[in-house]
Protein backbone atom coordinates (compact mmCIF):
# COMPACT_ATOMS: atom_id res chain seq x y z
CA UNK A 1 0.00 0.00 0.00
CA UNK A 2 0.91 3.47 -0.79
CA UNK A 3 0.26 5.96 1.51
CA UNK A 4 0.28 10.10 1.13
CA UNK A 5 0.58 12.35 4.02
CA UNK A 6 0.58 15.89 4.64
CA UNK A 7 2.46 17.25 7.70
CA UNK A 8 3.23 20.39 9.58
CA UNK A 9 6.56 21.03 11.45
CA UNK A 10 8.31 23.72 13.44
CA UNK A 11 11.59 23.82 12.25
CA UNK A 12 13.58 25.93 14.09
CA UNK A 13 14.93 22.55 16.24
CA UNK A 14 16.08 20.31 13.34
CA UNK A 15 18.79 20.38 10.68
CA UNK A 16 16.32 20.59 7.68
CA UNK A 17 13.49 17.38 6.69
CA UNK A 18 16.50 15.15 4.56
CA UNK A 19 17.89 12.70 6.67
CA UNK A 20 22.00 13.80 7.88
CA UNK A 21 24.92 11.80 9.38
CA UNK A 22 25.24 14.59 12.14
CA UNK A 23 21.41 16.11 13.37
CA UNK A 24 17.90 15.77 14.02
CA UNK A 25 16.16 15.82 10.92
CA UNK A 26 12.23 15.91 10.28
CA UNK A 27 12.88 12.65 7.79
CA UNK A 28 14.50 11.10 11.10
CA UNK A 29 11.85 11.26 13.04
CA UNK A 30 9.24 10.31 10.90
CA UNK A 31 10.50 7.10 9.59
CA UNK A 32 11.19 6.05 12.83
CA UNK A 33 7.57 6.51 13.60
CA UNK A 34 6.91 4.27 11.14
CA UNK A 35 9.53 1.78 12.13
CA UNK A 36 7.56 1.67 15.53
CA UNK A 37 4.21 1.40 13.44
CA UNK A 38 5.37 -1.00 11.30
CA UNK A 39 8.44 -3.00 12.53
CA UNK A 40 9.51 -2.29 8.72
CA UNK A 41 12.30 0.04 7.76
CA UNK A 42 10.67 2.65 5.38
CA UNK A 43 11.79 5.57 3.68
CA UNK A 44 9.55 8.69 3.10
CA UNK A 45 9.41 10.81 -0.15
CA UNK A 46 8.76 14.60 0.38
CA UNK A 47 7.61 16.85 -2.37
CA UNK A 48 11.12 18.54 -1.96
CA UNK A 49 13.97 19.19 0.92
CA UNK A 50 13.36 22.17 3.26
CA UNK A 51 16.69 23.39 4.98
CA UNK A 52 17.15 24.14 8.24
CA UNK A 53 15.19 26.11 10.79
CA UNK A 54 12.38 26.51 7.76
CA UNK A 55 8.84 25.67 8.59
CA UNK A 56 6.16 23.41 6.75
CA UNK A 57 1.91 23.93 7.26
CA UNK A 58 1.55 21.79 4.22
CA UNK A 59 4.48 19.23 2.90
CA UNK A 60 3.50 16.21 1.89
CA UNK A 61 5.67 13.26 1.79
CA UNK A 62 4.76 9.38 0.67
CA UNK A 63 5.81 5.54 1.72
CA UNK A 64 5.25 2.10 1.19
CA UNK A 65 4.14 -0.62 3.75
CA UNK A 66 3.39 -3.85 3.56
CA UNK A 67 1.51 -3.62 7.18
CA UNK A 68 -2.45 -4.03 7.18
CA UNK A 69 -3.28 -0.44 8.23
CA UNK A 70 -5.97 2.11 7.38
CA UNK A 71 -5.39 6.09 6.50
CA UNK A 72 -7.20 6.92 9.76
CA UNK A 73 -4.85 4.36 11.85
CA UNK A 74 -1.32 5.42 10.05
CA UNK A 75 -2.39 9.46 11.21
CA UNK A 76 -3.20 8.52 14.38
CA UNK A 77 -0.33 6.20 15.18
CA UNK A 78 2.17 8.44 13.57
CA UNK A 79 0.88 11.71 15.89
CA UNK A 80 1.39 9.14 19.08
CA UNK A 81 5.08 8.53 18.54
CA UNK A 82 6.32 11.91 16.85
CA UNK A 83 7.73 14.85 18.81
CA UNK A 84 5.02 17.91 19.22
CA UNK A 85 7.45 19.74 16.69
CA UNK A 86 5.78 17.66 14.20
CA UNK A 87 2.14 16.68 13.51
CA UNK A 88 0.48 14.69 10.79
CA UNK A 89 -2.63 16.74 9.45
CA UNK A 90 -4.02 14.18 6.63
CA UNK A 91 -3.24 10.89 5.21
CA UNK A 92 -4.80 8.55 2.55
CA UNK A 93 -4.30 5.74 0.56
CA UNK A 94 -2.97 6.91 -3.21
CA UNK A 95 -2.14 5.12 -6.04
CA UNK A 96 1.06 2.93 -7.06
CA UNK A 97 1.99 5.54 -9.54
CA UNK A 98 1.16 8.96 -7.44
CA UNK A 99 5.10 10.62 -5.98
CA UNK A 100 4.85 13.28 -3.65
CA UNK A 101 7.93 15.15 -5.67
CA UNK A 102 7.26 14.16 -9.21
CA UNK A 103 3.05 14.30 -8.73
CA UNK A 104 3.76 17.90 -7.51
CA UNK A 105 2.08 20.45 -10.06
CA UNK A 106 3.26 23.52 -8.13
CA UNK A 107 3.90 25.03 -4.30
CA UNK A 108 3.03 27.75 -2.35
CA UNK A 109 5.89 29.03 -0.12
CA UNK A 110 4.82 31.80 2.38
CA UNK A 111 7.90 34.66 3.81
CA UNK A 112 7.01 36.53 6.68
CA UNK A 113 9.32 39.64 7.92
CA UNK A 114 8.66 41.85 10.63
CA UNK A 115 9.54 45.37 10.12
CA UNK A 116 8.50 46.55 13.57
CA UNK A 117 10.05 46.30 16.97
CA UNK A 118 12.44 43.07 17.59
CA UNK A 119 10.17 40.32 18.77
CA UNK A 120 11.89 37.74 20.74
CA UNK A 121 8.60 35.49 21.30
CA UNK A 122 8.61 35.07 17.19
CA UNK A 123 12.86 34.83 16.46
CA UNK A 124 12.07 31.73 15.33
CA UNK A 125 9.20 32.43 12.90
CA UNK A 126 9.37 35.33 11.51
CA UNK A 127 12.55 37.41 9.94
CA UNK A 128 13.29 40.25 12.35
CA UNK A 129 14.58 43.18 9.57
CA UNK A 130 17.02 45.27 11.36
CA UNK A 131 16.75 48.12 8.64
CA UNK A 132 13.19 50.25 9.72
CA UNK A 133 13.46 52.44 6.60
CA UNK A 134 12.58 50.67 2.94
CA UNK A 135 10.32 51.78 0.24
CA UNK A 136 7.49 49.09 0.41
CA UNK A 137 6.21 50.32 -3.17
CA UNK A 138 10.15 49.74 -4.40
CA UNK A 139 9.87 45.84 -2.70
CA UNK A 140 6.76 44.94 -4.45
CA UNK A 141 7.87 46.22 -7.73
CA UNK A 142 11.47 44.15 -7.53
CA UNK A 143 8.79 41.12 -6.82
CA UNK A 144 7.39 41.61 -10.03
CA UNK A 145 10.34 41.32 -12.27
CA UNK A 146 10.29 37.48 -11.02
CA UNK A 147 7.18 36.77 -12.30
CA UNK A 148 6.82 34.41 -15.37
CA UNK A 149 9.12 31.63 -16.64
CA UNK A 150 13.13 32.58 -16.34
CA UNK A 151 16.21 31.18 -15.84
CA UNK A 152 16.66 31.63 -11.94
CA UNK A 153 20.38 30.52 -11.90
CA UNK A 154 21.40 33.87 -10.35
CA UNK A 155 18.71 32.83 -7.62
CA UNK A 156 20.15 29.27 -6.07
CA UNK A 157 22.99 28.05 -4.01
CA UNK A 158 23.37 24.89 -5.97
CA UNK A 159 25.07 26.32 -9.03
CA UNK A 160 25.68 22.43 -10.43
CA UNK A 161 22.01 21.94 -12.36
CA UNK A 162 21.49 21.98 -15.40
CA UNK A 163 18.07 23.37 -15.87
CA UNK A 164 17.75 26.43 -13.71
CA UNK A 165 14.45 27.86 -15.63
CA UNK A 166 11.16 27.90 -13.39
CA UNK A 167 8.10 29.04 -13.44
CA UNK A 168 6.28 31.66 -10.77
CA UNK A 169 2.68 32.20 -11.38
CA UNK A 170 2.48 34.82 -8.51
CA UNK A 171 3.83 36.74 -5.62
CA UNK A 172 1.35 38.66 -3.15
CA UNK A 173 2.00 40.99 -0.45
CA UNK A 174 -0.32 40.67 2.60
CA UNK A 175 0.52 43.43 5.22
CA UNK A 176 -0.60 43.99 8.83
CA UNK A 177 0.52 46.95 10.31
CA UNK A 178 4.83 46.10 10.79
CA UNK A 179 4.16 42.07 9.48
CA UNK A 180 4.88 41.51 5.85
CA UNK A 181 3.46 37.72 4.46
CA UNK A 182 4.65 37.27 0.72
CA UNK A 183 3.12 34.48 -0.71
CA UNK A 184 4.69 33.23 -4.36
CA UNK A 185 3.40 30.15 -5.85
CA UNK A 186 5.45 28.58 -8.59
CA UNK A 187 5.89 25.12 -10.31
CA UNK A 188 9.27 24.74 -8.52
CA UNK A 189 11.61 26.24 -6.37
CA UNK A 190 15.82 25.68 -6.35
CA UNK A 191 17.93 25.84 -2.66
CA UNK A 192 17.67 28.58 -1.07
CA UNK A 193 15.48 30.19 -3.91
CA UNK A 194 12.74 31.57 -2.50
CA UNK A 195 15.50 33.18 0.79
CA UNK A 196 17.83 34.71 -2.02
CA UNK A 197 15.11 36.53 -3.65
CA UNK A 198 13.17 37.47 -0.74
CA UNK A 199 16.58 39.05 0.64
CA UNK A 200 17.75 40.46 -3.10
CA UNK A 201 13.87 42.42 -3.24
CA UNK A 202 15.04 44.08 0.66
CA UNK A 203 17.86 45.54 -1.02
CA UNK A 204 16.25 47.22 -3.52
CA UNK A 205 13.63 48.28 -1.00
CA UNK A 206 16.73 49.70 0.91
CA UNK A 207 18.23 51.45 -1.90
CA UNK A 208 21.48 49.34 -2.24
CA UNK A 209 20.16 47.77 -5.93
CA UNK A 210 17.94 49.51 -8.98
CA UNK A 211 15.40 47.50 -10.67
CA UNK A 212 17.39 47.91 -13.61
CA UNK A 213 20.23 46.43 -11.95
CA UNK A 214 18.01 43.40 -9.77
CA UNK A 215 17.13 42.60 -13.72
CA UNK A 216 20.94 42.62 -14.53
CA UNK A 217 21.36 40.18 -11.82
CA UNK A 218 18.85 37.82 -13.26
CA UNK A 219 20.34 37.86 -16.82
CA UNK A 220 23.84 37.36 -15.82
CA UNK A 221 23.06 33.85 -14.50
CA UNK A 222 25.68 33.76 -11.64
CA UNK A 223 25.11 33.53 -7.84
CA UNK A 224 27.84 35.55 -7.07
CA UNK A 225 25.86 38.62 -8.37
CA UNK A 226 23.07 38.11 -6.08
CA UNK A 227 25.02 37.68 -2.39
CA UNK A 228 22.39 37.89 0.03
CA UNK A 229 20.23 35.03 1.88
CA UNK A 230 17.10 35.81 3.72
CA UNK A 231 17.20 33.67 7.00
CA UNK A 232 15.47 30.87 7.43
CA UNK A 233 13.40 31.31 10.31
CA UNK A 234 11.13 33.45 8.14
CA UNK A 235 10.39 30.65 5.76
CA UNK A 236 7.18 28.43 5.13
CA UNK A 237 6.54 25.54 3.19
CA UNK A 238 2.40 25.87 2.74
CA UNK A 239 1.36 23.83 0.63
CA UNK A 240 1.87 21.51 -2.46
CA UNK A 241 -0.58 21.17 -5.16
CA UNK A 242 -1.74 17.55 -7.08
Not at 39 to 61: L, P
Not at 88 to 100: C, K, L, Q, T
Request: net charge positive; aromatic share 14%; charged share 25%.
Amino acid sequence: MRFKCECSYDGSSFKGFQVQKNGNTIQSEIEKALKKISNEDIKIYASGRTDSGVHAMGQVFHFDTSCNINASGVKRALNSYLPSAIHINDVEEVDSDFHARFSAIKKEYHYLINFGEYNPIRRDYEYQYPYKKIDRSLLEKASKLFIGTKDFRSFTKNQDLDNTVRTIYSIDFIWDKDLLTIKIVGNGFMQNMVRIMVAMWLEVARGRYTLEELNDIMEKKDRTFAPKTAPSCGLYLYKVYY
